[in-house]
């Protein structure tokens, strides 16, 4: 049965559906009160459909807050947040909010003083905080406390406890965190001792029908840390000290399994959720990676989760639970996993963006209105930029026509989804030509464009998003035995790299195509399936078939390390899938020539190897493709935008894109 859209009752408070957009830092409120970025953001977000929208993390007290987040100990909160509450139910949707201490994950910039259960050093700020004192641990329950009040009195609908991702909840619950020697470390009951007392001091600040929900790590995925099952017994124990609702995420921020990438199959940690809905009586809540409402909808189903978290995907498009409801899944923006506008942002304290929608945070200034007056517009390229430009345009009411080269809509959005981990980017390709049927907009295939045949076609605005090609370089050498690609030729199957590969240039792209050729020489994952399902080889067999790869690889960069172009945490699963494949780089180091059969590099000393190869892949960037642009720029209203202005991430590309369609 699909339950997506049926109603549920948590202790009172009725969802008109069973979509969840789970607490994200979004970084729109510099100074801790409302904003009207932060509240048009999800008052979107609240017409786009979504059942509940729980806002947050936000700060309760001087020790555990992190940069620009909502801050409850304001005394402007209750009245600020009164009226956004009230906009978020005129709009339809429940909200609400996030009680927020990260303990050890918080730092010292952001705080008087950083406390955990013991003094244990954090990868995560890279700082070591105190150990809490029993004065103090009266103190946090206390701010909860008066935290959850404020919230009930500022009309929001539910107030959720943070006991995810390695914050201070998990820190007293884990052995490894949790060092103490009293009454709050040591046992399971002692560990389990802070979070109890929390939960019972909330539900007695909001009473006993108000709805109070805790988030959970299903499995902290830490060695010598809580598995899922010590998430289920967790689970029991919150249950029964009042909570009446569960939302189960995956791991610890410090975990090395990847929470958010491609990596992670759609729905991949329903599981944990369906451990812990099966020992519980109150509802449970599923998170992470449903991207696709199909997964979501089996979930829902099999009864695993009686909610599904959906963050990102509200993110790239708030209208998904509309647009679902109406039959057209098929219009879906869907999040594509990059992590590029949105996580990534958060480390470097910027408000988050999206990659695919560029009024994600724009919501007070990229405002859309239809045109004035109703042109004739002509789009050369049917890439990211152009066809996001093609569908702004038509959508403001011009007439649009995209002229393509190839026979194929995307773009490099194609050469983006190949590696391991990436189809999603695939997605927003479909996304990109349903929205351009839906919108009237007619893309001409195969057609090549020159400065004759666009003036003749007599455009008011022509749109250039001619894309970029990759940049190729003539090493010296005699080049024998040795076949010279571009990561694009491997990229779109053009090249087959052989045993003994050399990659030039590390960047992203050329660590992408470093995993992608190791791990094609490894196992697939059909067959590792089908070996496991019939126990065909041992165990330690299957191990080896998997990080044995048949083809060697090597990448010479230039710089001090390889992967810079990544977005900071959006690099580390394929730096560790490299070291695992035994991909070796050769850093601070260049090419001096390709012959017989091998590349020769130098490193700043001087010193020289020679590395046999029967490939070279160079991957040091792109060149914009912008003839047509220079040929017409004097001639008519032309317009460049994307990889053909300058080249750039697909953020970039949609951001101009955007931008470009509701100035014409
Ligand atoms: Fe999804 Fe990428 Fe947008 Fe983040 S930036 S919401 S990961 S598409």
């Known amino acids: 049965m699909d339950k997506l ?56 007290d001087e020790f555990g807050g992190a940069a620009m987040m909502l801050d409850v100990t304001k005394p402007s909160f209750v009245e600020d947040c009164k009226v956004f509450t009230d906009g978020m139910h005129k709009r339809g949707a429940k909200v609400g909010l996030q009680m927020y201490e990260a303990g050890r994950y918080a730092s010292t910039k952001d705080n008087e003083k950083t406390i955990a259960p013991s003094a244990v050093f954090s990868k995560f700020t890279r700082e070591t ?23 009930k009195a500022a009309g929001f609908d539910v107030v959720e406890i943070i006991g995810s991702a390695g914050y201070l909840i998990s ?22 001792r802070f979070p109890v007392l929390v939960i019972k001091a909330v539900r007695e600040a909001v009473g006993p029908d108000y709805p109070v929900m805790i988030r959970v790590a299903g499995n ?73 409402i199909t997964s979501a909808k089996k979930v829902l189903a099999l009864g695993m989760a009686d909610l599904i978290g959906f963050g990102r995907p509200l993110i790239a498009d708030p209208e998904l639970p509309n647009k679902v409801q109406a039959g057209r899944e098929d219009i879906v923006r869907n999040c594509i996993g990059c992590n590029q506008g949105c996580l990534a942002r958060t480390f470097f304290r910027r408000p988050i963006e999206c990659t695919v929608n560029a009024y994600a945070g724009y919501e007070t200034q990229l405002i859309k209105k239809p045109a004035d007056k109703k042109k004739k517009v002509l789009v050369i390229g049917a890439g990211p930029a152009g066809l996001t430009a093609a569908i702004e345009l038509a959508d403001r009411g011009h ?42 907009v007619e893309i001409v295939y195969c057609k090549e464009a020159d400065k004759a045949s666009v003036l003749a076609f007599g455009a008011d605005d022509v749109v250039i998003a001619t894309g970029s090609n990759p940049v190729m370089i003539d090493f010296p050498g005699n080049k024998k035995d040795v076949e010279i690609v571009s990561a694009v030729d491997v990229l779109t199957n053009k090249a087959f790299p052989g045993a003994n590969t050399v990659i030039i240039g590390g960047g992203s792209v050329g660590c992408e195509v470093a995993q992608l050729l190791a791990e094609e020489s490894t196992i697939s994952p059909e067959l590792l399936y089908f070996l496991s399902i019939h126990q065909a080889e041992t165990p330690e067999k299957i191990s080896s078939l998997l990080n044995t790869p048949n083809r060697k690889i090597s990448i010479v960069e230039m710089q001090k390390k390889i992967g810079a172009g990544f977005d900071l945490g959006t690099g580390w699963p394929v730096l560790k899938q490299l070291a695992r494949l035994g991909v070796k780089s050769y850093t601070l180091t260049k090419v001096k020539e390709i012959s017989d059969g091998a590349v020769i590099v130098a490193d700043e000393e001087g010193k020289e190897t020679k590395i046999p190869a029967d490939t070279v892949i160079v991957s040091v960037g792109y060149r914009s493709e912008n003839k047509l642009y220079e040929e017409l720029k004097d001639s008519t209203n032309v317009h ?4 053909a202005e300058k080249p750039a991430k697909i953020l970039n590309a949609v951001a101009a894109a955007t931008k470009c369609a509701l100035e014409i």
Not at 25 to 34: A, C, E, K, R
Not at 130 to 145: G, L, P, Q, S, W
Not at 171 to 192: I, M
């Open 5 to 60: 859209f049926t109603p549920i009752t948590i202790n009172g408070m009725t969802l008109k559906n069973r979509i969840v957009m789970p607490p994200l830092h979004h970084l729109y409120t510099p100074d801790g009160v409302m904003t009207e970025r932060f509240a048009q953001y999800y008052y979107k977000r609240a017409e786009g459909g979504a059942g509940l929208i729980i806002i947050g993390g936000c700060r309760i």
């Open 129 to 151: 905080p105190n150990e809490i004192t029993k004065e103090e641990i009266d103190i946090v329950i206390k701010r909860f406390a008066e935290a959850a009040a404020k919230v």
């Open 171 to 192: 820190q007293f619950l884990s052995p490894v965190t949790n060092k103490r020697t009293d009454e709050f470390g040591g046992s399971w009951e002692n560990r389990t």
């Open 220 to 292: 902290d995925f830490i060695p010598g840390s809580n598995t899922n099952e010590d998430a289920v017994k967790f689970a029991k124990i919150a249950q029964d000290a009042g909570v009446d609702l569960i939302d189960v995420t995956g791991g610890w921020h410090e975990t090395v399994v990847p929470q958010l990438p491609g990596d992670l199959p759609h729905g991949g940690f329903a599981y944990l959720a369906g451990a812990i809905k099966k020992a519980v009586t109150i509802p449970v809540m599923a998170s992470n990676r449903f991207n696709d």
């Open 399 to 440: 007439s649009v026509t995209v002229w393509e080269k190839s026979d194929k809509a995307g773009g490099q959005i194609a050469l983006a989804a190949t590696p391991p981990g990436k189809s999603d980017f695939n997605l927003f390709a479909k996304y990109l030509k349903n929205m351009c049927a839906e919108k009237g």
């Open 640 to 643: 460049v935008i994307g990889d």
